[in-house]
């Protein structure tokens, strides 16, 4: 499940081909965003339910989730309202609901800016909100601009201004405590994957922190030197702990130590 | 590096014989620990001082370093005074200078338990501060005082009264800021992992994302449902992400990625 206003060819191919090596992988348009038709709607709860008629439509009864941003808050309200589709839960970049806002003056212009030759945002202004400001980050999100714009034919069409503008209301939604603050995150019983790169200037990093303080089986992973986009930047470390973590390696090693409830 | 009155084989073998497969390992008792003679320092920094004259009276000019609980402390400070002697470090169960105490009242008490028939600290104790109070993790902890308790010949002994009033005198001393809270940290470039469990009652969590914010190329990984003790508890997942650390993976993935600088 992707990022505010991202499509199918945002993700890295680094990434999903190596997924795709040994499980099937899909990415999906929700509703109204870049080559899907229909109109996007403004609540995080909306997306998920489209999601769900999605996973319905293919026949899926169970699957692994992998959401990243916007689509991990989509990916949280799935697995509130579907606990027993989701097999194992990755959150990339993201936030509980109400969790700690930006703080960077430069987050909502970046984040809505458009190339007028593209109809997408900036590569500027995606190396700003993606990666680390050193040059090691800079460097890792070039390569990965590289990588995501390698497919020649059959490309996804940029999100509409319909699509930003709802997205963006469903953003400022989320950031609303109902309830409880964080409570709803106690009811993922699910093994789950929180990553985030160590110093995110638009889902900020402590966000990630309190996902994993709250969802009862999370693990927590930070990298270094990184951004919103710690994923695009180290595509085969990434892809090493989410195949290890979908593996379930922490349970075999709970066997081993002869632990068996 | 151990914790707090531990000595040498109060490390998981596990993990010790794990990561024999293939480097040198060098485990030791600090002046005054466990069978090693001498008195035990009441200053971390006086610790690492004893740490480099071990190091350096081996003849070994560079090394990775793994420091856990208080022997986190002693492994900081080593690096910070002998940067170029660590090639990686890795933090575990631990705090910077002036970090985050225990709110915990059971803290005090068990953490100076001592069993009359060993004169080590208690099984009771151990679980409740090493493992979280799930039947899951106390299961996890009693699987490893069954594999710490396996050797049968040339057994450590247990630290005396002496090291555990040094060494409680050196965590105090630890808790004071000195200068501007966390700046030391940001010496440390070597690549570092700092790892802990996501409910530490001895060494609270949060201070192992200090840790990583601060420290310029940190990872962090929290594992779930588990306490101070979770590469214990873990061992087999700790292993396996300690490895791909050493090996330096994430370096790897940016090399690929066309990163050269």
Chains 1, 2 share one sequence.
Not at 57 to 74: I, W
Not at 151 to 167: C, F, G, K, L, V
Not at 176 to 190: C, D, M, N, P, W
Request: glycine residues 8%.
């Amino acid at each position: 499940m992707q990022h505010f206003r991202g499509g199918l060819d945002h993700w890295d191919p680094a990434i999903t081909d190596g997924f795709a090596k040994d499980r099937p992988v899909i990415l999906f348009d929700k509703a109204g965003v870049a080559s899907s038709s229909g109109e996007t709607p403004r609540t995080v709860e909306a997306m998920a339910d489209h999601a769900a008629d999605f996973v319905n439509a293919l026949g899926l009864s169970q699957l692994d989730l992998l959401g990243f941003s916007l689509g991990g808050y989509v990916a949280q309200v799935f697995t509130f309202r579907h606990p027993n589709v989701v097999r194992r839960l990755m959150l990339v970049g993201t936030r509980p609901r109400g969790g700690e806002p930006p703080t960077d003056p430069n987050y909502r212009p970046c984040a809505t800016s458009t190339d007028p030759a593209t109809g997408e945002g900036t590569l500027e202004a995606f190396l700003y909100l993606f990666f680390s400001p050193s040059p090691r980050g800079q460097a890792a999100g070039r390569a990965f601009w590289e990588r995501r714009h390698r497919r020649e034919n059959d490309i996804d069409r940029p999100s509409s201004p319909q699509t930003m503008a709802a997205q963006s209301a469903a953003i400022t939604d989320w950031r609303q405590v109902r309830g409880e603050r964080f409570a709803e995150l106690k009811s993922i019983t699910r093994p789950t994957l929180v990553v985030n790169g160590s110093k995110d200037v638009m889902v900020p990093t402590i966000n990630s922190f309190s996902l994993s303080q709250h969802i009862p089986n999370a693990q927590l992973i930070i990298y270094p030197d990184s951004g919103h986009g710690s994923l695009f930047q180290y595509p085969d470390l990434f892809l090493s702990h989410a195949r290890m973590f979908l593996e379930g390696n922490n349970h075999k090693s709970m066997s081993r130590g002869h632990c068996h409830d």
